[in-house]
């Protein structure tokens, strides 16, 4: 069985930071690429970004560089991946889901992707 589950989302106020977990388990994700998107009420869900199953390159959001990290944890059975967000702001609130797919290096469109979690929520007061 595929599960996805996010974690540590909250509320936080604004210059503050969050870490988001996933956990992935049901297949061999350590060769998948993941990434993180988010949904705010009213707007398509967008890019935040992504690792390749090597941990080897990163890519972000314009809106996120140089404030989220994305990383990942492939020694354990169950794949873990990480979304560092620092310097949050309000427009960064939003349901943020993890996302895993095996067919791309590098993908960056929701569509690209094969497996979801179920969301965690970041609401960042201002």
């Known amino acids: 069985q595929v599960q996805l589950v996010e974690s540590g989302g909250g509320l936080v106020q604004a210059g503050g930071s969050l870490r988001l977990s996933c956990a992935a388990s049901g297949r061999t994700f350590s060769n998948y690429g993941m990434g993180w998107f988010r949904q705010a009420p009213g707007m398509e869900r967008e890019f935040v970004a992504t690792i390749t199953w090597s941990a080897g390159t990163t890519y972000y959001s314009d809106s996120v560089k140089g404030r989220f990290i994305i990383s990942r944890d492939n020694t354990k059975n169950t794949v873990q991946v990480y979304l560092q967000m620092n310097s949050l702001k309000p427009e960064d609130t939003a349901v943020y889901y993890c996302?895993?797919?095996?067919?791309?290096?590098?993908?960056?469109?929701?569509?690209?992707?094969?497996?979801w979690g179920q969301g965690t929520q970041v609401t960042v007061s201002s």
């Open positions: 996302a895993a797919q095996g067919r791309y290096t590098v993908a960056m469109k929701p569509s690209s992707y094969d497996y």
